[in-house]
């Protein structure tokens, strides 16, 4: 993902290994009964196990404090790709930045976010393409501009129509290419080529329209109130 150390040290990245955590974490006091309340820990048919087993670790943060972890499992294609603690989710990606800047793009997933931080720009990260609540409007009520650079796939399209809905059309959509999503962009174009994408970048309500199958419209039909 080309993802700096730097960036790596900062938003402490890791690995979870074939297991180990639960009992870490009973022999500093806590019960197997908080640790399956917290999702750290699963029962399976052999007894309890680490939820997260050898997969990436991206934490994520607020205020100094980690309030969730994702897991990323490795290998080509894996199924699923994600693994999400059980609970609400009531964070987004580096959302601490939204104190200090006028600005934010919106990203899918906090990978394509760590790669536009890596690259000097605000960025946040819901944590999958669908999962952008409407309560979390309130948190750019004083941002100037909001843009939202999700992947250019079906899923991504349905969560920025999710996001644009929520914003009342008041965000502007950065297009990528097909099935091509913001880490991937950039593994084979520069910052000068995404600033062209963001500068141009639609409204909403247009990127909606044209996200819209055409269809033929008879010239008697023209006056029709669906059309209109």
Sequence with gaps: KKLTHKIRKQFRLGFAQGGGLTSYLKKKGFSLEECLDAGVTVMRNRGPEDFFRNVLILPVW?????????????????????????????????????????????????????????RGLP????????????????????????????????????????????FEGNIKVISLPLDVDVNDFFLTHGLSDFNARKKIADWFPNFHIDQMPAEEIHLLDIENAKYI
């Design 123 to 166: 960025a946040v990260g819901t944590l999958g393409a669908g999962l952008f609540k409407e309560e979390f409007k309130t948190k750019f009520r004083d941002k100037q501009k909001k843009y939202v650079a999700f992947d250019n796939d079906l899923s991504g399209i349905s969560g920025a129509f999710k996001i644009g809905e929520i």
């Design 62 to 118: 607020k205020n100094g404090q980690v309030v969730n972890f994702v897991g990323r499992m490795l290998g080509e294609n894996p199924k699923p790709k994600y693994l999400n603690l059980k609970g609400s989710i009531n964070h987004l990606f580096n959302e601490d930045i939204l104190a200090s800047v006028s600005e934010v793009i919106i990203c899918e997933g906090i990978v394509d976010t760590l790669t536009l931080i890596q």
